[in-house]
């Protein structure tokens, strides 16, 4: 309070006597009313400094309280035109825009706060019609170019002071006071507080943006959920039942939602809606069925629509019952003009399975070749044809069938480069030298496609680290051709 006191406009502390002082005053020893005058200068800082700091209180009270901005930014200019003992404050906020606006205007007296609201509305409009283009001649910023505006406005009779609002060190305003009062000193004190105002002002903004971006964010967070939980569905719940074969599947995504796709699609969906009572398999579990895997470029939502998209179109297409590569050859024709603009496109491999036949037939578009363990030998080999570039890169691209006859014992899995690609915390990718290494291993070892599905997810993760978020979306699909019908 040292400032305070020394900025305080002086009063007397000795005075003389006057001739009508009364018999008691003059009784009084002579130098007990310095004293009395240092104490009533005294009690009068006090009072000032429990105004100032009951003045800042309700303004830190309103900042922890409001959940509106404009309703805090109301108090802005009075607090500041209170603690400075001034006639009047003025908040003017730069806009993300590039505009600005007089956001709140207060003055003790009405008819001059309509003047000068008028005045400072003309300045503001006239800024923001000029588009803040100074003059080069004119060197000035527009912070200092909006106080030389305001004070040529206001005249020389009135004093203005003002001071930057800033928010994570970036001026996002000025808060004004002014007074018309001759013998008005700017002080030391008085530029603190001002300043102090104009920092709780700078807070107020900021929470606001902040809560702001949260809501944002949570109402991102519930779409990614709901995009997520639409995925989730279009992907098989379950492995349909098809005869001769056993199946497990499993797709673990990088982010909520996910660009890897698989799907079982029977040739014929009214067998697929049929019941046989008493029968443990269904008439759609003896018809072909195609046994899809595919791969987006990227990850997040716009990967996850893309798939949703594939999805559709290859269903839709699989009922023509063209040959594996007819159907990818008019996929990728309907899906180039979509994935052209988006710069996004798809990898997939499509197979057909006939259980009266066993034989596989398929057609890849530049996925990642499925691999065969063929029980009869112990050996792996790929499962891939020629050519076939990914799925909307060229509408021309021409793609060939291959097929193989599959054996009781036989085990397939389908795979996304998720497996492939799995970093460890030296930098090493699991590779596909690898996957063949666990898989066979894991034919050796298990029966069930579930349990050799459980395995080989259990090997990369021991390999990347438990504690390591995947990097990439890993789908896995198994198929093992059963021994003993």
């Not at 104490?39 to 900042?63: C, D, H, M, P």
């Not at 825009?97 to 001059?112: F, T």
């Not at 909307?392 to 690609?421: K, R």
């Amino acid at each position: 309070m040292l400032s305070t006191f020394n900025n305080m406009t002086a009063v007397p502390i000795y005075r003389q006597p006057s001739s009508n002082t009364s018999a008691t005053d003059s009784n009084k020893p002579a130098d007990t009313k310095p004293v009395l005058a240092l104490k009533e200068l005294v009690a009068s800082l006090y009072r000032e400094q429990n105004k100032i700091q009951n003045l800042l209180s309700s303004l830190g009270f309103a900042l922890r309280s409001f959940n509106n901005l404009n309703q805090f930014l109301e108090l802005t200019p009075l607090m500041a035109a209170r603690v400075t003992d001034a006639d009047g404050g003025a908040l003017i906020l730069f806009k993300s825009n590039g505009r600005i606006s007089l956001e709140q205007l207060h003055c003790q007296d009405n008819q001059v706060t309509g003047q000068l609201r008028r005045e400072l509305e003309q300045i503001v409009r006239q800024l923001n019609v000029s588009d803040h283009q100074i003059s080069d001649n004119f060197p000035l910023s527009l912070p200092e170019y909006l106080d030389r505006q305001i004070r040529q406005a206001l005249g020389t009779t009135i004093q203005l002071y003002s001071t930057p609002v800033l928010v994570k060190n970036t001026e996002r305003g000025r808060l004004y006071v002014f007074s018309s009062d001759p013998e008005y000193i700017w002080t030391q004190t008085r530029r603190k507080l001002l300043q102090l105002v104009a920092d709780q002002t700078a807070v107020a903004i900021a929470n606001n943006e902040l809560t702001i971006e949260l809501r944002s964010k949570e109402r991102q967070d519930r779409e990614l959920e709901i995009a997520s939980e639409i995925q989730l569905r279009l992907l098989p719940r379950k492995c349909p039942l098809i005869k001769g074969v056993d199946l497990a599947a499993s797709c673990k995504t990088a982010n909520r939602v996910g660009g890897d796709y698989y799907d079982f699609i029977p040739t014929n969906y009214d067998q697929l809606s049929q019941t046989t009572e008493g029968k443990v398999e269904s008439p759609a579990a003896c018809v072909p069925w195609s046994i899809v895997i595919g791969d987006v470029m990227g990850k997040g939502v716009p990967a996850g629509l893309i798939m949703t998209m594939t999805r559709g179109m290859l269903r839709a297409e699989v009922l023509n019952r063209h040959t594996p590569a007819q159907i990818l050859e008019h996929l990728n024709r309907v899906m180039f003009a979509d994935l052209e603009n988006s710069h996004r496109f798809v990898t997939l491999f499509y197979s057909e399975y006939d259980p009266q036949s066993r034989i596989l037939s398929y057609s890849n578009a530049a996925h990642h070749p499925p691999l065969l363990w063929q029980a009869s030998t112990g050996v792996i080999q790929r499962l891939d044809t020629e050519g076939g570039m990914l799925i909307g890169l060229d509408p021309e691209s021409q793609y060939e069938n291959a097929q193989i006859e599959l054996a009781p014992g036989d085990t397939i899995i389908y795979y996304t480069d998720g497996f492939t690609d799995a970093v460890n915390q030296s930098g090493e990718r699991f590779d596909e030298e690898n996957l063949i290494r666990v898989f066979q291993q894991a034919c050796q070892n298990y029966e069930h496609p579930q349990a050799i599905l459980d395995d080989l997810f259990d090997k990369v993760n021991a390999f990347t680290g438990s504690d390591k978020t995947n990097s990439d979306d890993m789908t896995l699909v198994v198929m093992k051709v059963k021994s003993q019908e």
